[in-house]
């Protein structure tokens, strides 16, 4: 039986595993400061959750940093407290963090995949298991019910123990530290169901995928994936520095976006000037990839996540049925695709989201088989979960992935 104490033990430490504390340590979000990410994150002291017959309680020791939870500190598009308010929360309060590692300390009744003691990581699919659509054997995160755990969902990473379902769970890499561990999966998962998730567009060998962002953290699991299959990727950057970085992880070579001035929404079709400007520059930016590859192809695939800025560029350069596959729009939401391009060519737009248990899976056995890097850029303690959000948001960040300590004292511990 799990035992309890009444306070929180202090944050780089863990109780005995199995042993509860009533009150644990936070980052926490509240409406009132909804704003700037530096300013939204506060550090509390709020009761620990409990858990339902088919969840479990981690011990958090490390967290991953994704741009989820700058949406949910600014509460753009969504107010995610106001959202689950709705829908009967009386937290009054946002405890995100998508990405994590630790020790399990507690299990419902109905959990049989994992015990007290675990070490595991944390994927962020979420849904109900008694969704009627799940039941009838629909992919999960296609589901109406399915949410990203530590977005949707309360109770994520930033705090001292966080709540997931049991099929969330997945062993650790043991070659991992626990900051490593925690970085990747949000991404890593995300981008391999990008990549394998769609049928008659998933990825095979000698494919040519072009990579938006490829030093960031979807970026890089991206670059590698494409590298595992024989396939050879592009990568967009800001920077020279940035381009090595994609160069080091396994990209053909790079595409400074700093060197086009034609991002956003382009000129409407009727304005022949305009059109005739914007096309040369994203002509420009097809010869750059022919370049790179040394002969006259298209990306296949075309890796996207900005959005706003990139997608009527991504289009155009796709190949004839080809895939533009789209997790997010950090530029912005009102992306502009020309038809003539998407029909006549016979292009796929294709929205995708988080992963489900098998594509999760599949992307964490590559990385307890250290096919994949957890392309670890650098690691924070638990007071600047604010700043490694602000960072993110302006594009200052560190290339690869971000990762925050909770239990863990400090980094570098957690290998075996």
Not at 187 to 200: E, I, K, N, P, S
Not at 230 to 248: L, Q
Not at 338 to 366: C, E, I, P, T
Request: net charge negative; charged share 20%.
């Amino acid at each position: 039986m799990t035992s309890s104490t009444s306070s929180a033990v202090p944050i780089g430490t863990m109780p005995p595993v199995g042993e509860v504390p009533a009150r644990m340590f936070a980052q926490v979000i509240r409406q009132d400061r909804l704003g700037e990410p530096r300013d939204a994150f506060k550090v509390e002291e709020v009761d620990t959750p409990e858990i339902g017959p088919d969840e479990v309680l981690l011990g958090v020791m490390a967290s991953g940093i994704n741009y989820n939870n700058v949406w949910a500190a600014m509460g753009v598009p969504i107010d995610m407290i106001a959202v689950r308010a709705a829908g009967g929360d009386t937290t009054g309060y946002h405890i995100g963090g998508s990405d994590a590692s630790g020790i399990v300390y507690k299990v419902g009744a109905e959990v049989s995949n994992v015990k007290v003691g675990d070490e595991v990581i944390i994927h962020p699919g979420w849904w109900d298991r008694n969704d009627p659509t799940i039941k009838a054997g629909r992919d999960p995160m296609s589901s109406p019910s399915s949410k990203i755990w530590g977005y949707d969902t309360n109770h994520g990473s930033f705090g001292q123990f966080a709540v997931v379902q049991g099929h969330q769970c997945l062993p650790k890499a043991p070659h991992l530290t626990w900051e490593e561990a925690a970085a990747p999966t949000l991404v890593g998962a995300t981008a391999y169901r990008m990549l394998y998730g769609w049928a008659g567009n998933t990825l095979t060998k000698d494919d040519i995928v072009l990579v938006w962002g490829g030093s960031g953290g979807l970026g890089c699991q991206a670059i590698q994936l494409v590298k595992h299959a024989g396939a050879r990727s592009v990568a967009v950057v800001s920077s020279e520095e940035r381009g090595e970085y994609c160069k080091s992880l396994g990209a053909a070579g790079y595409i400074n976006r700093k060197e086009f001035t034609h991002w956003g929404i382009p000129p409407h079709w009727d304005d022949a000037e305009g059109q005739r400007a914007w096309l040369g520059q994203v002509r420009g930016v097809g010869k750059k990839v022919w370049d790179i590859l040394g002969e006259r192809r298209n990306p296949t695939i075309v890796f996207e996540h900005p959005g706003e800025d990139t997608v009527p560029t991504s289009m155009f350069l796709c190949e004839q049925a080809g895939m533009v596959v789209i997790c997010a729009g950090s530029s912005g939401y009102s992306a502009m695709v020309d038809l003539r391009y998407l029909w006549v060519r016979q292009k796929r737009f294709q929205g995708s989201h988080g992963a489900n248990d098998q594509q999760a899976a599949a992307y964490n056995k590559l990385v307890i088989d250290k096919a994949i890097d957890p392309c670890m850029g650098r690691v924070l303690p638990f007071e600047q979960v604010g700043q490694a959000h602000q960072d993110m948001k302006d594009g200052t960040g560190a290339n690869g992935n971000t990762a925050i300590l909770v239990g863990a004292a400090k980094a570098g511990l957690g290998r075996k």
